[in-house]
Nanobody, 125 residues
Framework: QVQVVESGGGLVEAGGSLRLSCTTS????????MAWFRQAAGKEREGVSC????????FYEDSVTGRFTISRDNAKNMLFLEMNNLKPEDTAMYYC??????????????????WGQGTQVTVSS
């Protein structure tokens, strides 16, 4: 059974930083692209960032480019999202996602095989 578990969320002031982590089990972690999504209250879930199976190629949603960094450690089956210069508009539930593909294709946002339960990030102004 595949399990995807996020951690690292919390309450932070604007301008602060958080590091989200995601650990998986029950799958060959190094065979899949991975992604972070977020969903703010009253809004649709949106793709934040994607990283291919090797960690070499990454993609970011425009609003987080330059502030967020996605990375992975295939030896430890872990995915990370370093978030700096956080803004109140970053407040959302953040989800770790296992892609159906090895690479972040143009449709990576709709190629999710497994979801985590989410971790809440709240940024105060």
């Amino acid at each position: 059974q595949v399990q995807v578990v996020e951690s690292g969320g919390g309450l932070v002031e604007a301008g602060g930083s958080l590091r989200l982590s995601c650990t998986t089990s029950g799958l060959s972690f190094g065979n899949n692209a991975m992604a972070w999504f977020r969903q703010a209250a009253g809004k649709e879930r949106e793709g934040v960032s994607c990283i291919n199976w090797s960690g070499i190629n990454t993609f970011y949603e425009d609003s987080v480019t330059g502030r967020f960094t996605i990375s992975r450690d295939n030896a430890k089956n872990m995915l990370f999202l370093e978030m700096n210069n956080l803004k109140p508009e970053d407040t959302a539930m953040y989800y770790c996602a296992v892609s159906q593909e090895m690479y972040c294709s143009g449709s990576w946002r709709s190629r999710v095989a497994y979801w985590g339960q989410g971790t809440q990030v709240t940024v105060s102004s």
